[in-house]
């Protein structure tokens, strides 16, 4: 049971690149989030879904958009990466049965 | 619209010291609240979590924490410090409102353990 994958780990961008982070879940959960950490601020929701073909805007979406077209997976995606993009981001999921979320390992992204 | 406020971005405490890291939150219905914790280059795991079930509510490695309603508090404790709590914790609160499915995270607590 892998739970939630992000894709990749690691990458590193120069700045104008564009990219996609893939949040995979296998537990047919119908909530999804996108966060990013940085140091001293915790956790801040970019975007989040609450099922499949609909997405939100959490407190901090400017720069990123995200598409869920298919229930378990959930896309990030960088237009136009700037270096205040730098940071650590994880996916989450949550299905109607939980109460509690279920967390990615991280992609680790540093914009040069 | 929910909020959490973690008071103390860093504590230290020593070994086999009483840990406390405190959590509030805000919000307009009845909460789920957690307790996240995150070791050093890895994801979230969850220590425990309130559901509306007991206000007392315990978690993996001897952690527990308490609801209490009327000061909008969730903090975290356990009893005895060992060096392997050295982390980082994270307090969330979950609202369930049609169409507000928003999971939102305090700033983080990093612990310190000092031998």
């Known amino acids: 049971n892998a739970g939630v994958t992000q894709t990749p780990k690691f990458r590193v961008l120069k700045t104008g690149q564009s990219m996609t982070l893939l949040c995979a879940q296998d537990?047919?959960?119908?909530?999804m989030y996108w966060y990013r950490q940085d140091p001293g601020m915790g956790l801040r929701l970019i975007h989040y879904?609450?099922?499949?073909?609909?997405?939100a805007k959490g407190e901090v979406p400017d720069g990123y958009n995200v598409s869920r077209l298919k229930k378990q997976n959930f896309l990030l995606g960088l237009e136009s990466a700037a270096p205040s993009q730098t940071s650590v981001y994880f996916c989450?999921?949550?299905?109607?049965?939980?109460?509690?979320?279920?967390f990615g390992q991280g992609t680790r992204l540093t914009v040069v | 619209a929910q909020s959490v406020t973690q008071l103390g971005s860093h504590v230290s405490v020593s070994e086999g010291a009483l840990v406390l890291l405190r959590c509030n939150y805000s919000?307009?219905?009845?909460?789920?609240l957690f307790w996240y914790v995150q070791y050093p280059n890895q994801g979230l795991q969850l220590l425990l979590k309130?559901?509306?079930?007991?206000?007392l509510v315990k978690g993996i490695n001897g952690f527990e924490a308490e609801f209490k309603k009327s000061e909008t508090s969730f903090h975290l404790t356990k009893p005895s410090a060992h060096m392997s709590d050295a982390a980082e914790y994270f307090c969330?609160?979950?609202?369930?409102?049609?169409?507000?499915?928003?999971?939102?995270f305090g700033t983080g607590t990093r612990l310190t353990i000092i031998p």
């Open positions: 919000s307009s219905v009845p909460p789920y």
């Open positions: 537990m047919n959960h119908e909530y």
């Open positions: 309130y559901t509306s079930a007991a206000t």
């Open positions: 969330a609160v979950r609202v369930t409102n049609f169409g507000n499915e928003k999971l939102t």
């Open positions: 989450a999921s949550i299905g109607h049965l939980n109460t509690e979320a279920f």
């Open positions: 879904s609450v099922g499949e073909g609909t997405t």
